[in-house]
């Protein structure tokens, strides 16, 4: 569907299904929608905990990972960079989420029926955000995706290998910054992350189908 643009006084909205809409403040930063986000995605971990009473603890993880976390990992790539004040209340209301599920599943232990579980310890928002952008460049350096391709980042030219540093075929030339906000923005962080996972892994033999 096409998005278009209302210009308004306050927040630019890019209309879209309710559920996609993402708005922009008059500086074109989505710290609004970060805010936004954290605001809905903790009304949502206030009725599980309202719930508790009807599930286990498995069945208040499965909910969260149904209907909480899709809603604070929309789009991430869009605005990762975001400052680091507005993106650490996503990973307070996971934070509420770890500690209403742990104690349910301790009371069940203490009343025997669910022997043996271990405590819920789920991924950091920012974890899975840096996960599902290295994942995103893979399909678009490694794997050639055809809609991703205005997306790639350029590979570094070859350089001479010292006794300290090895070129690899598959590093990303890191654009320049000069300000906070873009070395956080995608392209930035993204290739200097994967210049540090291509240190380890043969990025050529995996598979992100």
């Not at 996609?20 to 936004?36: N, T, V, W």
Request: proline share 3%; aromatic share 8%; glycine share 2%.
């Amino acid at each position: 569907m096409a998005l278009y643009v209302a210009l308004v006084y306050g927040p630019v909205w890019f209309k879209a299904p309710k559920e996609f809409e993402a708005p922009m403040d008059s500086k074109l930063l989505f710290d609004c929608h970060q805010e936004i986000v954290a605001r809905k995605a903790s009304l949502k971990v206030t009725l599980l905990r309202r719930m508790k009473h009807l599930l286990n603890a498995d069945g208040l993880l499965m909910l969260y990972i149904a209907q909480v976390r899709p809603l604070m990992e929309y789009a991430p790539l869009t605005w990762m960079s975001s400052a680091r004040c507005h993106l650490i209340q996503l990973d307070r209301v996971r934070q509420r989420a770890t500690r209403l599920i742990n104690s349910i599943r301790k009371k069940e232990q203490r009343q025997q029926l669910h022997q043996g579980g271990d405590h819920c310890q789920l991924y950091t928002v920012e974890h899975r955000r840096s996960v599902s952008a290295l994942t995103f460049l893979h399909k678009a350096q490694v794997q050639h995706e055809p809609h991703m391709e205005d997306l790639m980042v350029p590979w570094r030219s070859m350089e001479r290998n010292t006794r300290s540093v090895l070129t690899s075929n598959f590093l990303l030339e890191i654009l320049r910054s000069h300000t906070s906000r873009h070395q956080r923005t995608f392209f930035t962080r993204t290739a200097a992350m994967w210049n540090s996972f291509t240190a380890d892994v043969h990025v050529q033999q995996m598979n992100t189908h």
